[in-house]
Structures are given as C-alpha cells and as structure tokens.
C-alpha cells in the first residue's frame, strides 16, 4: 500500500467525521458493476479488499478509502463497423440512402446492442484522511480523476470541508531557486522541468543531468522556471515536487522500506495496513516539511 502520487488537499474546518459514520456514509455509494445497458459504474469498496471488508480502514489516527470504478470499452472502430453493416442492410432492403440524422439514431440502437457484450474495465483510486494533522491526500494527480473523486467523497459524506493546498511562495520559484541551493533535508536530483513565463512559453525536461551546469544556467538566465523538480526528502523519500503542488513517482527509499522487515504480515490485508500505517506516519512528518520549504501556508488554506 504505497502511494505513487500525492494530490495534497486541507480541511478548511475542523474535520467532524468519525470512519464508522464515513463508513456508514460510503455504504450508502457502495460500488456496483456496470448492468447491461451502462457505460460506467463507480462507488467506494473495502481498501483493503474482500466482500465482507469495512469501507474505511482506519489505522494510527489515519483512514483509507478507496473509489472504484468500471467501464465498458467498446471501441470507435466496433461501433462504426457495427453501424456500417446496419446502415448497408437498410440501403440494400429498401434502395435508398440513409441521411445523417437517421445514421445518428442507428448509432444509439448500435451501441445498446454492443453494451452488454462489451468488455469490462476496473480502476481504482485510493485516499486518506488525516483528521488531526487536516489532510485529505489523493494518490493522483490533478485532472478529472481526482476531481471526481474528491466530489463523490463530499456527496457521499454530506459535506466535506477541504480546499487544495496553497502556500506563500509560488511553488515554481521556490523550485527555481533550489538549483541554487536546496535547504537542509532537500536534496536535488538530477531531473527537472523548465517553462517559459509565458502562457505559450517553450519547455525543457532534462533527466540524467546535472543541473547546476552551464546549459541549465543558461535557461534560468533565459526567464525560465522550475515547474517539476526531482528531489530526496532525508534520505527516506524521493519524488518529482511540481508547480501544482502534486507530488508525482514518489518512492520510499531503503531506509523506509527495511522497517517492513521485522513485521512478519501473515496475510495480504495484514501487509496491505502494516504498508499504510508506515506510509502515513512518514508523510505525515514530509507534508508539513513540504509547506514549511514552499513558505508556509496561506490564511485561505490555514
């Protein structure tokens, strides 16, 4: 159970939910596979897996859950070979052309005879909140998926106080500035992204470099910024930090990773939770260490 992205957001209020009343809550959304006629199906399922699972896995102060998601694929070629043949069978029976419209309502009768035949497709999309510290973390990044998620989690909780994360320095100039010199804990890699200012503004990704030479000297003296860096937190992680607050490819290094030696997890489900109660007590300790180097946070995110 680890995390490869983070997608940090804050609870703008105290946070009133306890995980049996969330997993109450959750029940009520629970996932569903998609019937015949459906294009897609998501609800929440046990984190930890099995049928008879509790929707909130809580551990140490911090809850896990988990959106699933199913769709069918039917793809645009199927559909459009399927509709080719039906719109020729009405051309040759009754000797005459099939118009536009006409096409676009065989194309919905197509589609519903596909559906149920189609393949099925499951994704899945962990979180956790920590109540005490005022996290909810998403392993994603920003775009629809997180979007989604963070919407059906309110609706399913009723209210669901939180806001992304936002810190007193522009995350970009921070970044920038670290090729100068990391802080205390913070060390560079050898991976970055540099954009232009400008909305339109060229981008250069470099990965096996090193980034206190010449060349990329030369783009910061260009107007270039730092929006993706790569970068080791102590030795115990390490990640690309982005413009947008995401952490991306996080990895948890050997120092973290030989703990899970001495556990001796019998089961999957045991090695599941001895994995997120590691995970959480370190980004805990990281997550306030990646306010703290972004400037702290602002009054609207406190």
């Given at each position: 159970?680890?995390?490869?992205?983070?997608?940090?957001?804050?609870?703008?209020?105290?946070?009133?939910?306890?995980?049996?009343?969330?997993?109450e809550a959750?029940?009520?959304?629970?996932?569903?596979?998609?019937?015949?006629?459906?294009?897609?199906?998501?609800?929440?399922?046990?984190?930890?897996?099995?049928?008879?699972?509790?929707?909130?896995?809580?551990?140490?102060?911090?809850w896990l859950?988990?959106?699933?998601?199913?769709?069918?694929?039917?793809?645009?070629?199927?559909?459009?070979?399927?509709?080719?043949?039906?719109?020729?069978?009405?051309?040759?029976?009754?000797?005459?052309?099939?118009?536009?419209?006409?096409?676009?309502?065989?194309?919905?009768?197509?589609?519903?005879?596909?559906?149920?035949?189609?393949?099925?497709?499951?994704?899945?999309?962990?979180?956790?909140?920590?109540?005490?510290?005022?996290?909810?973390?998403?392993?994603?990044?920003?775009?629809?998926?997180?979007?989604?998620?963070?919407?059906?989690?309110?609706?399913?909780?009723?209210?669901?106080?939180?806001?992304?994360?936002?810190?007193?320095?522009?995350?970009?100039?921070?970044?920038?500035?670290?090729?100068?010199?990391?802080?205390?804990?913070?060390?560079?890699?050898?991976?970055?992204?540099?954009?232009?200012?400008?909305?339109?503004?060229?981008?250069?990704?470099?990965?096996?470099?090193?980034?206190?030479?010449?060349?990329?000297?030369?783009?910061?003296?260009?107007?270039?910024?730092?929006?993706?860096?790569?970068?080791?937190?102590?030795?115990?992680?390490?990640?690309?930090?982005?413009?947008?607050?995401?952490?991306?490819?996080?990895?948890?290094?050997?120092?973290?990773?030989?703990?899970?030696?001495?556990?001796?997890?019998?089961?999957?489900?045991?090695?599941?939770?001895?994995?997120?109660?590691?995970?959480?007590?370190?980004?805990a300790a990281?997550?306030?260490?990646?306010?703290?180097?972004?400037?702290?946070?602002?009054?609207?995110?406190?």
């Amino acid at each position: 159970m680890w995390f490869k992205s983070l997608m940090p957001f804050r609870f703008t209020e105290p946070c009133t939910l306890d995980p049996d009343t969330l997993a109450e809550a959750l029940a009520h959304a629970a996932f569903r596979p998609c019937g015949s006629q459906d294009l897609v199906t998501c609800g929440w399922v046990p984190p930890l897996g099995g049928e008879d699972g509790a929707l909130v896995h809580a551990a140490g102060g911090f809850w896990l859950v988990c959106l699933q998601s199913e769709d069918k694929l039917l793809p645009a070629s199927v559909i459009r070979a399927a509709l080719d043949e039906r719109v020729a069978e009405i051309e040759d029976r009754e000797a005459r052309k099939v118009r536009r419209k006409e096409k676009e309502t065989l194309r919905d009768e197509v589609l519903l005879d596909l559906l149920p035949r189609a393949f099925t497709r499951r994704k899945r999309l962990y979180a956790y909140l920590d109540p005490r510290g005022g996290w909810l973390v998403v392993n994603g990044t920003p775009g629809k998926a997180v979007d989604d998620f963070t919407s059906l989690l309110r609706k399913a909780a009723g209210s669901l106080p939180i806001a992304p994360l936002r810190t007193a320095s522009v995350p970009a100039s921070v970044l920038t500035g670290w090729l100068g010199g990391a802080p205390a804990d913070w060390q560079v890699g050898d991976e970055c992204e540099l954009r232009d200012a400008g909305e339109e503004g060229g981008i250069v990704r470099c990965k096996g470099q090193d980034l206190g030479g010449d060349e990329i000297r030369t783009h910061l003296a260009a107007g270039k910024q730092v929006t993706r860096l790569a970068v080791e937190w102590q030795e115990r992680l390490s990640c690309v930090l982005g413009d947008d607050h995401a952490v991306r490819r996080l990895r948890f290094l050997d120092v973290v990773q030989e703990q899970l030696a001495d556990l001796n997890a019998e089961t999957v489900a045991e090695e599941l939770d001895a994995r997120f109660a590691l995970m959480t007590l370190e980004l805990a300790a990281f997550l306030p260490a990646l306010v703290s180097a972004f400037g702290g946070e602002t009054p609207a995110a406190a």
